[in-house]
């Protein structure tokens, strides 16, 4: 299964993919986490992007897409994938249309995990408490949302005229939720 996961910075993408990977046995592959790998190991790359992120704008869609293409690489990335946080734009969509296409594994699902602006912000706020993430701050998060509005909601639409998109209502328990999107994944 090759799926993206689509929705709003606290929408529960990552919540939700870390339960499918299990659920698939598929690889969880999230580029927020893999820049910030980056950014605890101290390299030349995560240095400039940490500056990027704690602003809550996107890092460069060439860097982002080098650190993408070399973990689909790895060995667990053939037999499928959750990808969470990539694309960010339209621009990286098109550049993955090409990367999956090249390796013959195009995305087969998108989705869509809808949630109010309102409770984004709860959300976040949550795990700000629980988590520490240096762009979880009050300030940074409404850029973060601006972004997602302006950048990254188009990307829906990419998504929706390739046929593969599905959108699921992203309130509720955290198992309801992962319900609805095993629902739209079987049938
Ligand atoms: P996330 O964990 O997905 O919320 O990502 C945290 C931050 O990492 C984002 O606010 C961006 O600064 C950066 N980031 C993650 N994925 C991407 C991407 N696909 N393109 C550009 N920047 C990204």
């Known amino acids: 299964m090759r799926l993206v996961l689509l929705g709003a910075p606290g929408s529960g993408k990552g919540t939700q993919a870390k339960l499918l990977k299990e659920e698939l046995n598929i690889p969880h592959i999230s580029t927020g986490d893999l820049l910030r790998a980056a950014v605890a190991a101290g390299t030349e ?3 400039a992007a940490k500056v990027v992120m704690d602003k809550g704008q996107l890092v460069s869609d060439e860097i982002v897409l080098g650190m993408l293409k070399e973990r689909l690489e790895q060995d667990d990335a053939k037999k499928g994938f ?9 621009v990286q969509a098109d550049m993955l249309d090409k990367l999956l296409d090249e390796i013959n594994m195009p995305a087969e699902h998108a989705v869509l995990i809808e949630v109010d ?25 409404r850029d973060r949302i601006k972004v997602y509005e302006n950048q990254t909601a188009p990307v829906v639409n990419h998504y929706k005229e390739h046929g593969i998109l599905s959108e699921i209502l992203g309130q509720g328990g955290i198992d309801q939720v992962q319900q609805r999107i095993l629902a739209v994944l079987r049938f």
């Open 82 to 90: 959750i990808l969470d946080g990539f694309p960010r734009n339209l």
């Open 45 to 47: 790359l995560g240095k």
């Open 117 to 141: 602006p309102e409770e984004v912000v709860a959300r976040i706020a949550k795990r700000a408490e629980l988590e520490g993430r240096s762009d979880d701050t009050e300030e940074v998060v």
